[in-house]
């Protein structure tokens, strides 16, 4: 399944365990956009951490996903999958004891079929 794809390839850029619920400090919600022969799905990594400068090194490896030239698509059990950044940004929370990092990733896929 795609989620299980997502929540791999998210933990391995930032060390953390990502859960698909809103439960924990890192999470992610995929939203369908689009079903064919490709489909396309919002993936949104949501973060949040008391630490604000260890939060900027872990967006900056959740960018890492982001492919920027046409010939790098990711190959992950059996998917094939492109990431392109939509949007994001972090907001402060309790008075800045918490910072809540949001990112909005686009995520072009296809399965390979066996």
Same mark, same amino acid.
């Given at each position: 399944? @795609? %989620? *299980?794809?997502?929540?791999? $390839? $998210?933990?391995?850029?930032?060390?953390?365990? +990502?859960?698909?619920? *809103?439960?924990?400090?890192? /999470?992610?919600?995929?939203?369908? @956009?689009?079903?064919?022969?490709?489909?396309?799905?919002?993936?949104?990594?949501?973060?949040?951490?008391?630490? +604000?400068?260890?939060?900027? #090194?872990?967006?900056?490896?959740?960018?890492? @996903?982001?492919? +920027?030239?046409?010939?790098?698509?990711? @190959? #992950?059990?059996?998917?094939?999958?492109? /990431?392109? $950044?939509?949007?994001?940004?972090? $907001?402060?929370? *309790?008075? /800045?004891?918490?910072?809540? %990092?949001?990112? /909005?990733?686009?995520?072009?896929? +296809?399965?390979?079929?066996?």
């Amino acid at each position: 399944m @795609l %989620s *299980h794809v997502v929540k791999k $390839l $998210l933990d391995d850029v930032t060390g953390l365990s +990502f859960r698909p619920v *809103h439960d924990s400090e890192a /999470f992610y919600i995929l939203k369908p @956009l689009e079903r064919g022969v490709i489909n396309r799905d919002v993936l949104e990594v949501r973060i949040i951490s008391s630490d +604000f400068d260890n939060l900027e #090194v872990l967006r900056a490896n959740v960018e890492c @996903l982001i492919s +920027f030239n046409k010939d790098n698509n990711r @190959l #992950v059990d059996d998917y094939s999958l492109r /990431f392109a $950044l939509s949007g994001g940004g972090i $907001l402060p929370l *309790h008075d /800045f004891n918490l910072y809540d %990092s949001s990112q /909005f990733l686009t995520v072009t896929w +296809f399965k390979k079929e066996r």
